[in-house]
């Protein structure tokens, strides 16, 4: 039988979260309050829950110690919510706005403001431990402004985007490649070029459909060499070294 979960905000009563089953049935169905939070564990939960392994994940717009959002985690079945971590307004950014991903048992999110420049920061929580990692503090010159919209996770990378902020200052598309722990954060433009270099785009022959793409692209792509166009096909797989490195960004 699947289930269907909630946020649900009111500013003059409160905010809670909400259970609404079963999904053949939503219209006839009874609501049941999971949670209500009470400031000091978040308040208006703008964003949506993620469910992982019996748990509901969530982030919390305001609230906390410092009323300055929220990481929480829910226990379906009994209803105990856990704070992972109270942000603070500082370094560690403020007011998550945006649905968290979870990748490999790590949470992955990014607040609206605060960071070291107050432009917003992307971030990860461990919820076991409830550390939380600034990845990224956004508004370091053209590596965008208020991180709005929720990452999404494609085979190991993370994507979203910025509200304001790049080149151009109409905002960024950025990305963090959670194998080698190494982002990259481009604009449209950056990003059409680097799709053309990884799939080897020949763009006087697009029409004759002349696209070619070679076997351990992704690879190539986030770790090798730029080599547009190879006398003949190499591995390009990470070295230890680079599997281990240090989150480093690049613009």
Not at 136 to 156: Q, R
Request: charged content about 20%.
């Amino acid at each position: 039988m699947k289930h269907f979960f909630f946020s649900l905000c009111t500013s003059a009563v409160g905010c809670a979260l909400v259970l609404q089953f079963p999904a053949t049935a939503i219209a006839g169905s009874k609501e049941t309050v999971i949670y209500s939070f009470d400031n000091t564990s978040g308040a208006s939960p703008y964003a949506g829950l993620i469910y992982v392994k019996g748990t509901l994940y969530g982030a919390a717009l305001a609230g906390g110690a410092s009323g300055d959002g929220t990481v929480f985690a829910l226990v379906r079945k009994t209803g105990a919510e856990t704070v992972l971590h109270s942000f603070g307004g500082g370094t560690d950014g403020k007011l998550p706005r945006a649905t968290l991903t979870a990748v490999k048992s790590t949470l992955y999110g990014t607040t609206l403001e605060g960071g070291a420049n107050g432009y917003g920061t992307f971030f990860s929580v461990d919820p076991g431990t409830g550390v939380e990692t600034v990845l990224h503090a956004f508004g370091s010159g053209t590596d965008g402004e208020y991180p709005v919209a929720s990452l999404i996770d494609v085979k190991g990378t993370l994507y979203s985007t910025t509200l304001n902020g790049g080149a151009d200052g109409d905002g960024t598309i950025f990305c963090q490649v959670e194998r080698e722990h190494r982002a990259v954060i481009m604009g449209a433009a950056e990003l059409r070029r680097a799709i053309e270099r990884a799939f080897h785009i020949d763009q006087t022959r697009i029409g004759n459909g002349a696209i070619r793409t070679a076997k351990g692209m992704e690879h190539r792509f986030r770790a090798g060499p730029r080599i547009d166009r190879p006398a003949r096909r190499r591995s390009f797989i990470p070295s230890p070294a680079a599997r281990t490195a240090s989150t480093r960004w690049t613009v």
